[in-house]
C-alpha cells in the first residue's frame, strides 16, 4: 500500500523531539560501475572533507519525509505500522459555517473510482509512522546509512581547503560542519534550502492552527472526517478511534492562543460550538474568552437546546466532545510557501522545506510523500545509468516532476481557504450555491476525491 | 396590516436581530428568559408612583398622557420558529419604551422618525417600507420637517446608540432617564 494514500494530521509534530539526520552512500549500488572505492558519484545533499565521511548522499532532517527518502526504493513500511492505531474513514462532511451550505463525500457510494477501496484515507498518528519507518531503516543500519542522531547542522559550505586525499577535486561539493546540540528539524526553516540561496515564495496567513486530541462521544464507528468552515478559518476533526478524535482549528492568531489556554471544560464546550452553533454564538464566547465566570458547557447547553434541527439521520454533526487529552493542545503558525526552485547542483529540496500549505486539505505531508516517490525514481535512474548524482540535469527530472503538481495544490487550496474565510454575504452566496451544486454532481465529486487521494 | 407583511418578510433579518442579541450578554439574558411586556406583566400603577426623571416614571407619564396601554400590539402569528417570534413578539412590545427615550410623539411624524431610527439600528426591512411609504401620506410641511430635521437625527442617532433589543427594560425602571439615555447613546432631536 503506497504511503500516498495516507491522509495526516501533524498534532504530535511538537512532540516530536528527536530527529535525525541521515547520511548514506549507495554504495552497494557502486556495483553497477564495477569500483570499488568510492565512486566519484556525486554527493547529493551534502558531504564531508575526510575520506570516510564522503557521502554520496546526506539527507538533511529526519522527518517523516526525510526517512521515507532514506528508505530509497522499496518503501513497503505498511507493514510495520501499528494497525491498532490507524483510522480509516470513509466519509467527508464539510460545510459553510454561515450558510450551512454542504458538501459530502462517502467511499460507500463511490462505485466509479474503484469496487475495492476501503477508505478515502486513513489517520495516522505521526509517531505511528515515523515508528515504522525507522524499523525498516534499522535493517540498513549496519551496511550503507549512517543515523546522526540529536546532532544539528552548524553550517553547511563550500571549502577550498586542500586536503589529504588529491584523488578528487571536491571543492564544488558542499560541507556540513555538525555539532550536537539542540535540533533543528529541516522542514520549513531549511537550512538546505537558504545555502543554496533559493528563495521560498510565498504569504503567511494571518493565521494559527491549534492541534488537540479529543476524547469524544463514543461511537460505533467513528468513522468520518468534518469540517465547517468558520469565518476565522476551518475546524476540522479526524477520527482516531471510536473514543478519540483528532482535531486542528485555523483561526486567528489572537484567538490560537486564547482557546489554547483555555481551562479544559471551557475548551470542550468551545469546540462543540465551534461546530454546531451560530457565528453569533461563537463571537459572544471568543469575546468572553477571558472571562472565568462564563460557563460554557451552560452556554452550549442551552443554545443547543434551541437549535435543535431536524437532522437527516444522526449525520448533521460530528460526536460531542468530552473532554480533551492533557498537553495535548498545540499552535502553530500558517502559511503558504514554495520554493522557487526544487534543485540545484548538488541539492534537492522535498517535503516542508520545498514547499508548505495551509492545512485544511490534510495535503502537506501527502505532498512530501509524493515528491519521495519521485525523487527515488530520479535517483534510481540516475544510479542504474552510471549518472553523477548531483547533477542538476538529472535532478531536474523530479523538479519537472513536482514543482507544477504542488504548484496547483497549493494554489487551489489558498484560493478554498481565501473563499471560505470571507462572511461577505454575497461571496457567502456563491460559494453555498457552488458547494450546494457540487454535492449534487457526482462525476465532479469523484475527479475531486480522486485527487485528494492521489490516485490520479 | 403592516404588522403582517414584516412577519412574512423578515425572517432573514429576525435571524440577524436574533444574532445581534446573541452577541451581547443582555441581548442573551433577554433570549434566555423571555420576559413579556403587558398590562399583565407591567405594575403600571407602581410605576406612577416613582419619582420623576426615572424611566419607569417617565414610561407610565407616556403611557398616560397618549393614552395607550401596552397591550395593543399585535400577536405574532406567522413565524414557525419560537425564538424568532419571541425577538419580534419583544421588538414590538419595545416600541414605547423607544418613544419613551427619544421623545417622539405619537404622530404620524413621530412614528416615521421612530422607523427610521429603527431601520438605522436594526435593518429590518418593514422599517425601511414604512419609512419609504409612510411619508407619502404627510403633507409637503410636514415632509419636509420630517426630512430635514427627524431623518438626520434618526439616521445619526440609531446608528451610533446602542441596540435597544439588547436593553433589559424592566431592569431600568428606577435609572435616571438622563442617565439612560446617555449610557444608551441617545440624544433628544432639536
Known sequence: MSLTRINLFNQTKHKFRYTTSLLFNIRHLATVTQDHNIKKRDVFDNSFMIDKNLYDIAIIGGGITGNALACALDIGVWENINHERIRPYKDIQVWDGISDARIRFNSDERISINKNVEAIAWIIE????????LTKLAQYKDSNIDFLENTSVKRI?????????????LSDWPSLELSNGKIGADGINSVVRSFANIESLGWDYNARAVVATLQVEPQVENATAWQRFLPTGPIAMLPLNNRFSSMVWSTTPTLASKICTLPSNNFIHLVNAAFRLRIAD??????????SDIEFAKEF????????????GNEISPPLVLDVQEKSRAEFPLKMRNAESYVKERIALIGDAAHTIHPLAGQGLNQGLADVQSLVKVIEHGVVTGQDLGNIQLLKNYSSDRYLSNLIMLGAV?????????DFAPIVFMRSLGLQVINNLEPVKSEIIKYAMGIE | MIATLAETTSSIFLSKLRDEMLRDSKGRQILRERPIINSKTIDIPYLRTLPERTFGKEYANFLDGEMVTPDTREKVKYIEDEELAYVMQRYRECHDFFHTLTKLPVSVEGELALKWFEFAQTKLPMTLISSVVGPLRLSSK????????????AIQCGSQSKLLMNVYFEECWNKDITEMRKELGIYLVE
Open chain 1, 157 to 169: 559550505m563550500f571549502d577550498d581547503v586542500n586536503y589529504e586525499n588529491e584523488q578528487f577535486d
Open chain 1, 282 to 291: 461563537l463571537e459572544y464566547l471568543y469575546s468572553q474568552l477571558e472571562n
Open chain 1, 126 to 133: 505521526n509517531n505511528n509512522i515515523q515508528h515504522a519507518i
Open chain 2, 142 to 153: 410636514e415632509r419636509t420637517r420630517l426630512f430635514e430635521k427627524y431623518v438626520p437625527w
Open chain 1, 414 to 422: 489558498d484560493k478554498l481557504h481565501k473563499l471560505f474565510g470571507n
Open chain 1, 301 to 312: 447547553e442551552w443554545r443547543q437546546s434551541i437549535e435543535k434541527k431536524p437532522g437527516i
